[in-house]
Each structure stands twice: as structure tokens, then as C-alpha cells.
């Protein structure tokens, strides 16, 4: 019996090991595969034709990808530019209504993304937005700004007080303390929100899809619309590359982020 | 740059509803060192910072050379501060934090590193320049912080419990060479502690204080030995307490402790205030002395009791002494056992005496 003991354990970690990599086996297989029909198991043929097909210059696939990077640094940037002050407001002022605020921003989230990116595209059209790199822009730091406030304002809290009072002491400005006392301190926590909100901005589906179509496609979307009509390589291959930022920025969070940033977030 | 004068004229302060201090008065001569002391909540901290400028005063004054500081913002006071954490930048250098200051007042790069170097050597933290603050020692840290302070050659050092987490040993080093630098330097400083040795070794005054009010200003030895109220007293460490009655007799005062002490008697004079029967006296432990039980001097109170406890500190022994209900700690040099009777003897000059 206790020979056995290790069974139903190794049977656990299989199944999430099957979970997580199972899905990902598929991908790689499709991006490999140059035809694969039913009933067969596995690829009939494997090639790289589909590779070249998404990598001609002439392909959507690149013009997305440049669309998806141009639109999440542009993302970043606005969601950074309201997120750095805001964050430095809710960790250091004592605001009353600093629960509500943090709350407000995850607002957004909190209704059925459809239905408020409807709204979002019929107000944007008012303003000329819709199908412009702008609108998708604004709507993605939205969605972005949950992450860039609550990191940047725990990334801050972790700051000690005492360190800007000293920089204050001996003379400097409240600008100039800021910019070299605080933010080079809250840095690490201030790059891991930017790296979410960039993510995030990859990643983005609806709202691209409500006020960006036709004009502008992002790469979320050429997966969308490539496994649609069938193309499964090219679905892959565009998750493959969707994939490397996630994986790469991934590790660079857990390596830089420190513990003490982490427990301040939401708080 | 020599010290400045400092003036603190009714300031008052409050945290929300808890006023934390309430119209405190001080001068400080230029180059003067003033210890303020305290127990934790007594509003020490919050006058230092009231004075840097990071805590709002809801009234009064405070000046610096006759000019009014009060409105100014914390960075246009012209201070330095030592932080109880140190508060070094730990993403600079030794060297870094304290050149920022002199950065700040647009020094070119030749003579800030010169200007460092001379603090570095003068902080004996020669080669240390280079090492990121997170890896210094406490000791060197503490160095590092008062080397920033001093950099900038500040009119008025602010000391905010700067010892209190250097090990025991070096901080009786780091007091004396803190006051002997700012004895060179003439720099007024103002120093926060809860430490009754430290500010008695440090400073020239010490200001006492006491849930948000000022109990008395004066040189070490004189709020050692002539402490304005019994709070001052037992702060102090006259920590023996005990009762006494008083009766007038003619231009004298008549004190006793009943059936457990003689009777001695006083001027009318040293005891302020006195309108009852009843004196709180107070004495510290290695002011008395231990005798026969039944001593009965005429300049020397005895309270009779007899040994409960004895340990020995190093020098001398140190009893605990029941007298009636009521205990006392006294020294003296000889061994005697626990359950001896003993008289405690206390010459007047040991006894500080306030209405009770």
C-alpha cells in the first residue's frame, strides 16, 4: 500500500501539468503544422509556410503587430502619465475618500465589458475616435489604469516617509524630492504597472474590436478572425508571438518586484 | 557658519483633536546644544518637527535670528535633521547622500567631492564613500546621516533620537563625538531623547517636558539636583517616593513618616506651594544611605524598614528596603543580609520635597 503512496499525488500534478501544457502542445503543433485534417491525431505534414506567410511584408500580421506594440506603448504613456501622480496622491495624502477612489477605478470592471464598450463606441464616434489608434488608446488604459493605480499607489506607500521629510530638510523642493527621491525608489513597482498595462493593452480584445474595427487590427484580433475562417496556423503563430512579451516580462516581475511593493497592493 | 539663534514663542500644535503641545516657550542661544526630554507621547518629536517645519503649528511663533520661520515650507528653513532611522537614500551612495544637499545648492562637482571627502575624514568614514548606504554598518550609517546634515553647514542641527539604534557600547563614543563636533562646528542643535544620561552628557540644557508642556528648563545639574516638580524629579531618577507629614512649628516645618521615621526639620522655604499636611518627598537611591534602624539624627531623615532584596549592579549593592508597605531601592557599599533591620538615611540636601 504505502508503495502506492506517491500515486494519487503524481496523478494531480499530471492533470494541472496536462492543464497548462496541454493547451500550449496544441499551439506549438498548429504553428508547426502545414496540414492536419481530421481524423488524424497529429499534423499530417510540418513545415514553415505558414511562418513566411505571416512574415511577408506585405501581411496583416505584421501591420497588427505594429499596430498592437504602437498602441500598447501609447497605452502605457497615458495610463503612466494618471497613474503616477494618482498613485502618489493615494499612498501619501490622507484622502478621505481614498477607499472610494481606489474603488473607482475598478469600476470599469466591474459592469459587462459588451455593454460598456458599446457605449464607449457610440460615444467615441460623436468625437471622431472610432477607428483611430486614439480611441483604441483610451480604451485600453481604461482597462489598464485598475492595474497602473493600485501597483504605482502600493509602489509609493512602500516608500518611506522619512526619506522625502530628509530630502525636504536639506533643502530640496517637493518637485525636485519627488523626481529624485521617491520615484527612483518606487521605480521597480512603477516599470511592473507599466509592464501590466503594456500586457494588458496586448492582450485586449473587445474594446479593440468595438472601437477599433475595421480600421485599425491589432493582433488579438487577426487570431480572432484567422481561427474563425480556419486558418489555425495562423492563429498560432500570432499566439506564439503574443506570448513571447507575456512570458519574457513575466520573469522580469518576479525578478524585480519586491514582496514589500506586492502586500501594499490595494491597500 | 556660525549657530543661530532659535525662538519658540506659545507654539502650539495638535493632531486632530489631541493638542500635542500647548503654548511652549524656548530660547535657544546661538551654539547652544538643548536636549529635549521625554517619555514617548510627551510631544518631543512633534516640537522638533514643528521646528524643521513637518508638523503645522495651529499658533505661536517660531523664529530663527529674530526672523519668523513659522509660515516658511520644511526645504526654505535652512535646517538639518539626523533621523532616528537615518533616513539615507538607499539608492545613492555614502558619498551620494552627502553630497545631495550641497547638489542642491548648485556646487560644481570639483568642490562637492572635495566638501565630501572633508566630512568623510571628519566622520572617520575615509573609503567608504563608494559603498552604497545598504551596506554600511548601523554605526557608519548614523555617521553617514550626521555627515549629510553637517554637509550643508546648517544654522541649526535637528537631532531626532539619532542613538537610539546604535548598539550601547558605540553610542557612548557617538555622544561624545557628536557634542564635540558641534562644539567645533558652533552650531546650535537641538536633540531629542527619552534618554536622561544622554541628555545629561550631551547638552549644555535640558528641557524637560510633559504631555505637551514644558516642566522645567535648565543645566544638567540643576534638573538633577533642584528638579521644579515631582514628575521632573522621578523622571530624573529620584524614583524613591514616600509621604511624609508636616506640621508648622515657628519659622520651621516639622516633617515625619509616623511611627516609621524620625522627625526632621525644615526651612519653611523648601517647600513650595504648601498648603495641606501632606509633603511628597523624593530621593534617588544612591543619595541614601543604610545605617542602624534606630539612628535618630536631627539633619537626617531615617526611615526604618529592613532588607526584602539585595543584588549586586557592580561598585556597590543594591537593596530593596520594605518600610511599612512601602518599598524603596537604596545603595550602599557594604553586604548586608535580607531581613536585617536598617535605618535608610536621608540628609536633607538628598531629599527633594514638593506639596503634596
Keep these: 500500500m504505502t508503495a502506492l503512496a506517491w500515486l494519487p499525488r503524481a496523478i494531480i500534478l499530471g492533470l494541472i501539468a496536462f492543464a497548462i501544457f496541454g493547451p500550449l502542445a496544441n499551439l506549438a503543433l498548429w504553428a508547426a503544422a502545414e496540414q492536419w485534417y481530421f481524423p488524424h491525431k497529429l499534423p499530417v505534414t510540418y513545415g514553415l509556410k505558414f511562418w513566411h506567410q505571416v512574415f511577408k511584408p506585405s501581411s496583416d500580421a505584421l501591420l497588427s503587430l505594429g499596430n498592437s506594440v504602437v498602441i500598447a506603448l501609447l497605452t502605457v504613456v497615458v495610463s503612466l502619465a494618471l497613474a503616477v501622480p494618482a498613485g502618489y496622491a493615494l499612498a501619501r495624502l490622507s484622502l478621505p475618500l481614498r477607499g472610494l477612489i481606489m474603488l473607482a477605478f475598478l469600476l470599469p470592471q466591474a459592469f459587462p465589458s459588451v455593454a460598456v464598450y458599446i457605449n464607449v463606441a457610440r460615444i467615441f464616434y460623436g468625437f471622431g475616435l472610432n477607428g483611430t489608434i486614439a480611441g483604441v488608446v483610451l480604451v485600453h488604459a481604461v482597462h489598464g489604469l485598475v492595474f497602473a493605480v493600485w501597483i504605482a499607489s502600493a509602489a509609493f506607500a512602500a ?106 497592493v490595494g491597500t | 557658519m556660525a549657530g543661530a539663534s532659535l525662538e519658540i514663542d506659545r507654539v502650539e500644535a495638535a493632531y486632530g483633536p489631541v493638542k500635542v503641545l500647548k503654548a511652549v516657550s524656548l530660547a535657544v542661544k546661538p551654539g547652544e546644544f538643548v536636549a529635549l526630554l521625554g517619555s514617548s507621547g510627551c510631544g518631543k518629536t512633534t516640537l522638533l518637527r514643528a521646528i524643521s517645519g513637518f508638523v503645522p503649528i495651529a ?197 515625619g513618616a509616623g511611627d516609621l521615621s524620625n522627625e526632621i526639620r525644615v526651612p519653611v522655604g523648601s517647600i513650595s506651594g504648601l498648603a495641606g499636611a501632606q509633603v511628597i518627598a523624593h530621593f534617588r537611591g544612591e543619595a541614601a544611605s543604610l545605617g542602624a534602624a534606630d539612628a535618630d539624627d536631627a539633619d537626617r531623615l531615617v526611615l526604618r524598614g529592613r532588607i526584602a532584596q539585595a543584588s549586586y549592579p557592580g561598585g556597590h549593592w543594591r537593596y530593596g528596603v520594605a518600610v511599612g508597605s512601602q518599598h524603596f531601592m537604596v545603595d550602599d557599599p557594604r553586604r548586608l543580609n535580607v531581613g536585617e533591620p536598617v535605618g535608610i538615611g536621608l540628609p536633607l540636601s538628598s531629599l527633594h520635597l514638593f506639596a503634596a
Design chain 2, 59 to 255: 499658533s505661536g511663533r517660531i523664529s530663527v535670528d529674530g526672523r519668523d520661520i513659522s509660515r516658511l515650507p520644511p526645504d526654505r528653513r535652512d535646517m538639518a535633521m539626523v533621523f532616528q532611522s537615518y533616513a539615507l537614500w538607499p539608492h545613492m551612495t555614502a558619498a551620494g547622500n552627502i553630497g545631495y544637499g550641497l547638489k542642491l545648492r548648485g556646487w560644481d562637482k570639483p568642490r562637492i567631492a572635495e566638501r565630501v571627502g572633508q566630512m568623510l575624514a571628519m566622520l572617520k568614514l575615509d573609503g567608504l564613500g563608494d559603498r552604497m548606504v545598504t551596506q554600511l554598518s548601523g554605526g557608519q550609517r548614523q555617521r553617514v546621516a550626521l555627515g549629510r546634515a553637517l554637509a550643508i553647514d546648517p544654522r541649526i542641527l535637528l537631532l531626532d533620537e539619532p542613538l537610539s539604534n546604535l548598539d550601547a557600547r558605540i553610542r557612548e563614543d557617538v555622544r561624545h563625538e557628536i557634542k564635540a563636533l558641534q562644539n567645533k562646528l558652533g552650531i546650535t542643535a537641538i536633540h531629542v531623547t527619552h534618554d536622561r544620561e544622554e541628555a545629561m552628557v550631551m547638552a549644555d540644557r535640558i528641557v524637560i517636558l510633559d504631555a505637551g508642556e514644558i516642566a522645567q528648563v535648565g543645566s544638567p545639574e540643576e534638573v538633577y539636583n533642584r528638579p521644579a516638580s515631582a514628575f521632573v524629579a522621578s523622571f530624573m531618577g529620584a524614583g524613591n517616593v514616600v509621604r511624609l507629614a508636616a506640621r508648622r512649628e515657628g519659622d520651621g516645618i516639622v516633617l
Design chain 1, 159 to 264: 516608500v518611506d516617509r522619512d526619506l522625502e521629510l530628509a530630502a525636504l530638510n536639506i533643502g530640496a523642493g517637493a518637485l525636485r524630492t519627488f523626481f529624485t527621491v521617491t520615484l527612483p525608489l518606487a521605480a521597480p513597482g512603477i516599470v511592473a504597472s507599466a509592464i501590466f498595462v503594456f500586457l494588458e493593452s496586448l492582450d485586449e480584445f473587445t474594446g479593440t474590436f468595438f472601437v477599433g474595427v475595421p480600421d485599425v487590427t491589432t493582433l488579438p484580433l487577426l487570431m480572432f478572425t484567422a481561427s474563425i475562417a480556419g486558418n489555425y496556423q495562423i492563429a498560432a503563430i500570432t499566439a506564439l508571438i503574443l506570448l513571447i512579451p507575456s512570458v519574457g516580462f513575466m520573469l522580469f516581475v518576479e525578478r524585480f518586484l519586491k514582496a514589500d511593493v506586492l502586500a501594499k
